[in-house]
């Protein structure tokens, strides 16, 4: 099963672009990459997903370097309101319909006035 | 459209009392996964169904743990006796499809406490 390594936490300030990097050493050719964000008291919300390369929506960007080892969360210019945890997911898929998604601890962003 | 809804959102029990917890999916999801969330941790799968099959229980504590998802909807989670170290929160999630790559929706979570 792939275990992802994400820093505990990261501090920005407002406007700033945030990049939060998180390993994936023993990825699969399967797997995909995925990110949620969660704020308190609320469930995990769906952010982006990604195989390989780049990938970029309304609210964030997914880089995935070839050798698929890593992959690097980019939020442009956060506000207050990013202010969360942010969870990078490895989705493994066996076969005959088996396949999980592991979270791990998180990365706890702060952005700062 | 309505999201994933839990009830109740806080229960504080006894220990050894029984305790349920019940999700509501999105309209049309397939799928249906019951998660625990400890504090400071990310959530970690109980029980995922397709429809109305659970394809995947191997975490879940089935000493305890039961869940059931009739018809295909509505899906209830129940731990009987509870344990002081059941205190979690509890988060249920639907997806539309049965891929692995479907976008998951979450549920606010059911504050469970056992004292």
């Known amino acids: 099963l792939a275990k992802t390594t994400q820093p505990i936490s990261m501090d920005s300030y407002e406007g700033q672009e945030v990049n939060i990097t998180c390993s994936h050493n023993?990825?699969?050719?399967?797997?995909?990459i995925t990110w949620y964000q969660q704020f308190p008291s609320q469930g995990p919300r769906f952010i982006i997903q990604g195989y390989k390369t780049k990938v970029k929506n309304e609210v964030a960007s997914l880089f995935i370097p070839a050798d698929r080892k890593s992959s690097t969360l980019s939020l442009p210019r956060v506000s207050l309101s990013d202010t969360a945890v942010y969870y990078c997911?490895?989705?493994?898929?066996?076969?005959?319909?088996?396949?999980?998604?592991?979270f791990g601890k998180g990365t706890k962003l702060s952005v700062i006035p | 459209e309505a999201g994933v809804v839990q009830s109740p959102r806080y229960k504080i029990i006894e220990k050894k009392q029984p305790v349920a917890f019940w999700c509501n999916p999105i309209s049309g999801h397939n799928t249906l996964y019951w998660y625990l969330q400890n504090l400071g941790q990310g959530p970690e799968l109980l029980i995922r169904y397709e429809n109305e099959e659970a394809v995947d229980d191997s975490q879940l504590p089935k000493d305890r743990f039961s869940a059931e998802r009739l018809k295909g909807v509505d899906s209830t989670l129940k731990i009987q006796p509870a344990e002081l170290g059941d205190s979690a929160v509890y988060l249920c999630?639907?997806?539309?499809?049965?891929?692995?790559?479907?976008?998951?929706?979450f549920g606010p979570g059911t504050r469970l406490t056992v004292l």
């Open positions: 997911l490895v989705g493994e898929y066996s076969g005959a319909g088996s396949y999980q998604l592991t």
């Open positions: 999630a639907s997806s539309e499809g049965l891929s692995f790559t479907d976008t998951q929706y």
């Open positions: 023993n990825i699969a050719t399967n797997d995909y």
